[in-house]
């Protein structure tokens, strides 16, 4: 018997009318909830005027403030560990996640037993969508302790029947022989690690990554994944198909993945949270149509412990409507950069996922790796960018090649770039989330 094509059939591919009435239908109760259990959207919600039972319609909840993920720290600051947020009784807390808290200090995220089962369900979605099936044996090369990128995947893994490779970030060695010793063919890792663990399998190991019969990376924690360069040379160091996911600590682990279409992430949760998409700037809702750009908001549908109303991601994604040939019927999108890592050069924005992959369209006379230089703050950058990237050992024709990215950087992004060829092998790699801005003014 072949399995089946979806791993929730009624929820995958329900026609988009019925999405909005379950839509409105869980936001008005979630609203409720929200509104008696959590004193901060309490207090929010009467600062703005405004209370649950205005919402008749999804379009209504445009009405209700943003959250942002300032205040979330705020309130874990006042009433630690989780905030004036949580909604749930500590007795009914069964764990609790810190967000990767790459700025600042980290914050935490608790689930509820519902909260888990709903993040099983969304998970269990998106590895599906990429092919995860009862047979497939799975290598994990996430970090596993803390991140909402570690157990929650694993629990999806398992509630699929596939079989489960604990094995993590910062055991290169281990995770190349487990992968050999188990038959794994599938790894889920980010993008900047792939890349990594292709050229030490390489380089230390003298193996050749597409034998280690890896048919599928799972990849996500940072854009990377859909930019078609990066793609390309992962699929083919590995011999494999990448397809990418997305989520958000706060939110859902993972709510967002593709099929193999690779045509962007379809929205898996939309039982679970309700998105909206925004002009950055202004705040002003933008339509979901067919390549429209703005920055994802989500509210939670249904969440005990920690739920958010209208949080703005920070992530900057396009969207696509139109019909995907696998039949799933919500919106697909994909994140072109967040918002603390975008440059504003002269008023053109640019994101360094962005500058890496109109890079990687020059190799293989650069190795694909780069470093942006900020020598102040961001997000305002006086040009030209500083930029370093890894030349590919070429023994002559480096003032040339300096010259064609320059000028490939201002014909694609429209900015002007001053760089600086380095050494291949001379830039750090990454396990986790890859760091493409150096900040010299931080010393
Ligand atoms: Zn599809």
Redesign the pocket.
């Given at each position: 018997m072949p399995y089946p094509r979806y791993y929730d059939a009624e929820i995958e591919a329900m026609p988009a009318l019925e999405i909005r009435r379950l839509q409105l239908q869980r936001l008005q109760r979630q609203l409720d909830y929200v509104y008696a259990c959590s004193p901060f959207y309490r207090r929010k919600f009467d600062a703005a005027g405004v209370k649950p039972g205005d919402v008749r319609h999804l379009e209504d909840l445009t009405a209700f403030p943003f959250t942002n993920k300032d205040e979330l720290r705020a309130s874990q600051a006042t009433a630690p560990p989780l905030g004036e947020h949580c909604a749930a009784q500590p007795k009914d807390i069964i764990r609790i996640h810190s967000s990767s808290g790459t700025t600042g200090r980290p914050s935490y995220v608790g689930i509820t037993r519902a909260d888990r089962d709903g993040w099983i369900q969304s998970v269990a979605r998106v590895h599906w969508s990429q092919g995860v099936r009862p047979d497939s044996v799975v290598a994990m090369g996430f970090g596993m302790s803390f991140f909402v990128g570690g157990l929650p995947l694993h629990d999806a893994i398992e509630e699929i029947g596939a079989t489960f490779i604990p094995v993590g970030t910062g055991a290169s060695d281990r995770l190349l022989s487990a992968i050999q010793d188990t038959r794994a063919n599938m790894l889920l890792c980010t993008p900047s690690y792939a890349t990594y663990l292709a050229e030490y399998a390489r380089e230390r190991l003298s193996l050749a990554p597409d034998s280690l019969g890896i048919t599928r990376i799972q990849s996500g924690a940072e854009p990377g994944a859909g930019v078609p360069a990066i793609r390309q040379r992962i699929e083919a160091d590995w011999g494999c198909t990448l397809t990418e996911g997305i989520g958000n600590a706060d939110l859902i682990p993972v709510y967002a993945a593709e099929?193999d279409?690779k045509s962007g992430m379809?929205f898996l949760a939309p039982d679970m949270l309700l998105l909206e998409l925004i002009d950055p700037d202004s705040g002003e809702p933008i339509e979901f149509t067919e390549g429209a750009k703005g920055e994802l908001v989500a509210t939670h549908l249904q969440r005990e412990c920690v739920p958010l109303v209208r949080f703005r991601t920070r992530d900057h994604v396009v969207v696509w409507t139109d019909g995907?040939?696998?039949g799933?019927s919500g919106v697909r999108l994909r994140c072109v950069g967040r918002t603390d890592d975008m440059l504003i050069l002269r008023g053109v924005n640019v994101f360094p996922s962005a500058i890496k992959d109109v890079v990687m369209s020059l190799r293989p006379r650069v190795t694909g790796e780069i470093q942006i230089v900020l020598e102040q703050p961001g997000p305002r950058v006086e040009p030209p960018l500083r930029i370093r990237v890894e030349h590919n050992n070429s023994t002559s024709g480096l003032e040339t090649l300096t010259a064609e990215v320059e000028s490939t950087l201002r014909e694609k992004l429209i900015f002007s770039a001053a760089v600086e060829l380095v050494a291949p092998g001379a830039l750090p790699r990454y396990e986790m989330k890859a760091q493409l801005i150096h900040r010299a003014y931080e010393g």
């Open positions: 099929c279409e379809h995907c040939p696998c799933r």
